[in-house]
Structures are given as C-alpha cells and as structure tokens.
C-alpha cells in the first residue's frame, strides 16, 4: 500500500498534523487490537478537523469485520477498505482527492490474488517479510482470522520468487515467507507444495537466510522435514503453534490434532534437525478449560520443552463458534493460570539459553539497540535475540559472537574474530 501510495505522489511522514493521508492498516485478532485501533481513530479527529482536506483511510482485518460500523461510529473516516479490495487503493484514494464522500467496501474477501507488479516499501535493511498466500481454511473455533482474510489463496512460484529476487537485490540477506499457515500453500493451484517452494527459494543467490510462519502442526509434512534438514540457507527454528496441552481442549479448538501426534511430529522434526529451535503459541482461559486441563498443558511443557512461547489470555471474538461456547472462565483464573504459565515457560527458555553460554554462534546484524546506541542487536540461525557492544560491524554483517551471559529472552556477548 505504501508503494501504491507513493507511485501516485504520497511522500511518508511521521507527523501525522501535517499528513494529507492517513491509512491505518487494522488487526482484529483480539479485543484489546480493536480497542487500540478505536482509540487511534477517536485520537486523529483533532487533525481532521484543523484539516478538513486530510484523507483518512482504514484498512486490514477491523476494516473486513466492521465495514460501515466504522463511519457510523467515526464519521470523520473517509474510507473502508476490506482485505480483498486492496487493489482499489490507488482509485479510492484518486477519487477522495476530488469528491468527498464516504467510501466502503468490503466484498471479494476470498477473492483471486491479484499482482499488482509494485514492488512493495519495505522497513530495515536486513530482512524481507514475503506473503506466499492468504487467508484460512481451518476455523479454528477461537479464530476470527478466516472470516476476515477468507479462505486460501496461493500466490504463483514465478511472482514469489520474481519478489524475493527484487529483495536480494536491494540487499536483503533474510527472507521471511508468510502465510496463516505456509505447510497449505500450493493446495489451490498444485504448481509447487510448500517443501518444494522452500528448496527453489533455498537455491535463489542471495539468498543467506530463509525463515517462515505460520506452521500448522496438521500439515507440517516429512517433506518438509527432510528440506529443512538438507537445506543450505534454511534456518533452523519452526514456529509450531499447538495452542493447548489437553486433548480436550484440543477438539474444543478444532486444531485436529491430538496432544500424542504433536509429540510425534516434534520427535521427528529433532531427529532430523537437532539444532531446531521450536516455538509455539498458547491460550489460556478457553471455554471448558478446566484445572485438570490446565495441569495436562503444564506438564505438556515440561515434555515439550520449547525454546519460547507466546502466551495469551482467551479473548472472544463475535461471529466465531467459541462465542457461543458455554463454561467460560473467570478472568482472575484466566490471569492466574497465564501467570503460572509464564513462569514455567520462562524458567525453561532460561534454561534452553543457558546451554549456549560459552558457544560461539552467527548472529546477523540488525543494528542499534533501542536502549543504548553502542550496543548492537542480531539474530541467530535459530532466531535468539543477541546483544553485543558495537565495533564496526553494519546492520547485514554476519558477525561471530561468543555468548557470555544469558537471559530468558536474549543473549549476550561479544565479537570474535
């Protein structure tokens, strides 16, 4: 959106009172994002009004969900765009120049990907963020996600690969491919399953790290195993949401899976990668969860041991089946059970971490730490934080670090030669 922005006139700023255009590109995933995005919009009303010529657009997952119960709550929006009607950025915002008239729409959520051949704006100079498909078919009961980004849709080979060649290019060293769930792609158009869309990327020069998410345990394939295993710039980490630690739970969730096949899937992927670096998602306080389950899903991570974990409170969505569920939980249980379960995880990624103390590992350089200017940030193959003092090293640098000391989140250290 920024490049269509931009091929017709738009310049980006960070001043939002002398902006001629403001587009909020909006999440619905939980309560507390809807909440965030409401409060923007309220918060950027005082600009309209000291310049009644601002245009002010919404866009992304809110924008599908609420449509025109966005204008009717701020009238001061001049247009929603859903998720598939991206492509009319560059007209709608034309037209707004001239006519001023509320504008929505947010038909077409599942429909065709369309290449626009606008090479996108990208932030940093280190990584590039690759979307090889769109949309869910799993409606996973908790998840609003495929009634606002619709269902599966695969992005052809030659533009993905065409796209990361144009990052190389500019000097990118880090491709990330993302999809709601990357093991789906391919199953529309059956040109290239995701293991084979990997390995071509693995051989594209240039190419010095290649990552992606999301992974649907259901779908994660032997395939796909075996060109992680045998890949050249493919790092080592997968991130494996398993959401909870109780088969119950599990069917509640509509995840398909049961908690034994995620051991075995995990089992098989250390057999074959034992480096890996295994993240995953969690939810506590879903309908149902009782203490029982609760304490199943503990004693799941003692088992599992990933490396970290995203943590979060249940938050309900209207329109999905969860909604409706009965037996909900009390949020100071929520919030007990979420503390207990932070405080397992984080005792284990510290003692992950502890075990490279005194390694030497590769750590791409991102650049300056927010803190403290001297001090360098990067990241491994398996994709730890590690902070060290900066020399002459530049963000893109591949730089040797000797861990020294470690923490639940990050490492630190410094540069070897």
């Not at 590690?386 to 670090?401: A, Q, S, T, W, Y």
Request: hydrophobic letters at 35%; proline letters at 4%; one cysteine or more.
């Amino acid at each position: 959106m920024a490049a269509v922005l931009k091929k017709i006139g738009y310049v980006a700023t960070e001043n939002l009172e002398t902006a001629d255009l403001i587009l909020l590109n909006t999440c619905c995933v939980r309560a507390s994002a809807e909440e965030k995005i409401y409060g923007k919009i309220g918060s950027i009303k005082k600009f309209k009004q000291k310049n009644p010529a601002l245009i002010l657009g919404i866009t992304g997952c809110l924008a599908q969900k609420d449509g025109e119960e966005l204008i009717r709550r701020s009238p001061h929006v001049d247009f929603v765009l859903g998720t598939g009607r991206i492509s009319e950025l560059e007209e709608v915002v034309k037209n707004l120049e001239s006519f001023r008239n509320h504008f929505v729409d947010t038909s077409n959520v599942s429909g065709e990907v369309r290449e626009e051949n606008i090479f996108p704006i990208r932030a940093g100079s280190v990584s590039a963020f690759v979307p090889i498909m769109y949309g869910c078919n799993n409606f996973c009961t908790y998840c609003i996600v495929p009634y606002v980004r619709g269902r599966e849709r695969s992005r052809l080979p030659k533009e993905i690969y065409s796209e990361i060649r144009g990052a190389v290019q500019e000097g990118r060293k880090e491709i990330n491919l993302l999809g709601q769930n990357v093991n789906s792609y391919g199953k529309d158009h059956k040109l290239k399953n995701f293991a084979q869309l990997l390995a071509d990327i693995d051989e594209i020069p240039g190419v010095e790290r290649l990552r992606f998410m999301t992974s649907h345990p259901k779908d994660l394939s032997d395939e796909l195993i075996s060109v992680m295993a045998n890949g050249k710039n493919i790092c080592e980490h997968i991130h494996l949401p398993v959401q909870y630690g109780s088969d119950k739970i599990l069917r509640k969730m509509n995840r398909v899976y049961t908690v034994e096949k995620y051991l075995d899937l995990v089992k098989k992927i250390r057999a074959a990668i034992p480096e890996i670096c295994l993240t995953t998602d969690l939810i506590v306080g879903f309908p149902g969860e009782t203490e029982e389950d609760f304490k199943e899903t503990l004693e799941f991570l003692k088992v599992v041991r990933f490396d970290m974990a995203f943590t979060f409170i249940y938050s309900e969505r209207s329109g999905t089946p969860a909604a409706n569920f009965p037996d909900k939980v009390a949020d100071e249980i929520k919030h007990r059970r979420l503390e207990e379960l932070m405080d397992l995880q984080n005792k284990i990624s510290l003692e992950k971490n502890s075990v490279l103390t005194g390694s030497t590992v590769e750590v791409l350089v991102e650049g300056e730490s927010k803190t403290d200017k001297n001090i360098f940030t990067g990241r491994t193959r398996t994709n730890k934080l590690v902070l060290f003092p900066h020399g002459d090293e530049k963000p893109g640098d591949f730089v040797r670090v000797k861990i020294d000391k470690v923490q639940t989140w990050l490492l630190k250290g410094n540069v070897v030669i």
